[in-house]
C-alpha cells in the first residue's frame, strides 16, 4: 500500500504561481509512476501531468509549458510547480501512483493509489 498525502494548495491570482508536493509513505515511489490529476466542480477527473519511474514525463496540452513535474525519490515525494497559473486552473488537485506494470500514465486507470486532493483556486 502507498499512501499520499498532498499539500501545497490554496488562492493564487491569476498570472501566479503555486507549488503542490505529494508526500508518500508506506512504500519507495522509486518502484511507481506517479501523477497529478485535477477536477473541477461538475467536472471529470482529468489529467494533468505524469512522471515515470525512469523519469520521462507527460503533460495535458492545457498546462504544458506552465507546469512542471518532478519526484524526489530520496525524499519520497512529487513536486507540481504550476506557473502563470489561470481561473481554468481552478480544481482539486490529486496525486496517484501507478503500477510499472500499466501501460498508460495519463487516464486514471494506470493508478492504483490516490491521495486526498488540495484545492487551488485561482482568482482573475
Known amino acids: 500500500q502507498v499512501q499520499l498525502v498532498e499539500s501545497g494548495g490554496g488562492l493564487a491570482q491569476a498570472g501566479g504561481s503555486l507549488s503542490l508536493s505529494c508526500a508518500a509513505s508506506?512504500?519507495?515511489?522509486?518502484?511507481?509512476?506517479m501523477g497529478w490529476f485535477r477536477q473541477a466542480p461538475g467536472k471529470e477527473r482529468e489529467f494533468v501531468a505524469a512522471?515515470?519511474?525512469?523519469?520521462?514525463?507527460y503533460y495535458a496540452d492545457s498546462v504544458r509549458g506552465r507546469v512542471t513535474i518532478s519526484r524526489d525519490n530520496g525524499k519520497n515525494t512529487v513536486y507540481l510547480q504550476m506557473n502563470s497559473l489561470k481561473p481554468e486552473d481552478t480544481a482539486v488537485y490529486y496525486c496517484?501512483?501507478?503500477?510499472?506494470?500499466?501501460?498508460?500514465?495519463?487516464?486514471?486507470?494506470?493508478?492504483?493509489?490516490w491521495g486526498q486532493g488540495t484545492q487551488v483556486t485561482v482568482s482573475s
Open positions: 512522471i515515470k519511474y525512469d523519469g520521462v514525463k
Open positions: 508506506g512504500r519507495a515511489i522509486g518502484g511507481y509512476n
Open positions: 496517484a501512483a501507478g503500477s510499472l506494470t500499466v501501460a498508460t500514465v495519463v487516464g486514471t486507470q494506470g493508478y492504483n493509489y
